[in-house]
């Protein structure tokens, strides 16, 4: 999350997956790039849609592991053993190529993911192709009760989300919308309590499971402006849309109204944090 060992820096994280692992590569020091080569469509043989990304998790041997990062109820929707991941390759000539890749989510009708038991949060250990390279963040931009405080994330704040609404890519290479917002809910901490936000920008079918993520550029930090710095983090990820339902009856039927707000309800990544620790 920008903080190593309570002190400033920039950060300028890459990884590189292959076949599930990661190694250290050349970072980016742009965050919305760095998070769209990380994010990813993944659907279903129903047609249901979602948004995955991927977390670096250490493996205790100096190299990490891909672990693929979702809301829950994307992975539970989508029916059988497998799914699809729409994929991206980078050739020589540094032209990206769309290619879609079936991945096994199940095994004879047992999930293979793994979900937070108070969250709507999902994750699994992932091969990757082989030949895939992709620049993304590890466990530590998981966003903690401590950074939101030292840097006083708050309320009105903006973040940048990606996702894939009502299964829409961006281009032809498959790569996700970027879209943006404020928080717009309060208390944020602690995590374990409010468990969720509100996030100000309207969702569709296809943003669950997307990252939630902000860069804030000359931050304070103990009373002090930091110029020419910034923190990056993931603030959570995307479950659902957040509506008013209307209850309307009559002689001879009861019916209800959903009115979307054009709001987004966030996990906070705490979660995503725990359950990442846990596989």
Known sequence: MGVVGEKMKKIVIGLVWLLGSIFPACGHSEVNTMMMESTFRIYGSNGKTGTVFFIGKPDGTGKNKAVMVTAGHVLADMPGDEATIVFRKRGSDGQWTRFEQSIHIRQMGHPLWKVHP??????????????????????????????????????????????????????????????????????????????????????????????????????????????????????????????????????????????????????????????????
């Not at 963040?137 to 009760?145: N, P, R």
């Not at 931050?219 to 710095?229: A, C, D, F, K, M």
């Open 118 to 279: 108070e969250a709507d949060v999902a994750g699994m250990l992932l091969p990757l192709p082989q030949g895939i390279t992709l620049s993304g963040a590890g466990v530590d931009w998981l966003v903690s009760d401590y950074v939101i405080q030292q840097y006083g994330i708050h309320p009105g704040m903006d973040l940048s989300c990606l996702g894939f609404p009502f299964g829409a890519e961006a281009n032809a290479a498959g790569f996700p919308i970027l879209r943006s917002g404020k928080i717009a809910s309060y208390p944020l901490i602690p995590t374990a309590k409010t468990k969720t936000f509100l996030f100000d920008f309207s969702v569709f079918g296809g943003n669950s499971g997307g990252p939630v993520f902000y860069e804030i550029k000359n931050p304070e930090l103990n009373g002090s402006t930091n110029i020419g710095s910034s923190v990056s983090g993931i603030m959570g990820l995307v479950i659902e849309s957040y509506d008013i339902t209307e209850k309307m009856s009559s002689t001879f039927e009861t019916s209800e109204k959903r009115t979307p707000l054009r709001l987004a309800v966030v996990v906070h990544a705490s979660y995503i944090r725990q359950l990442v620790d846990s596989l």
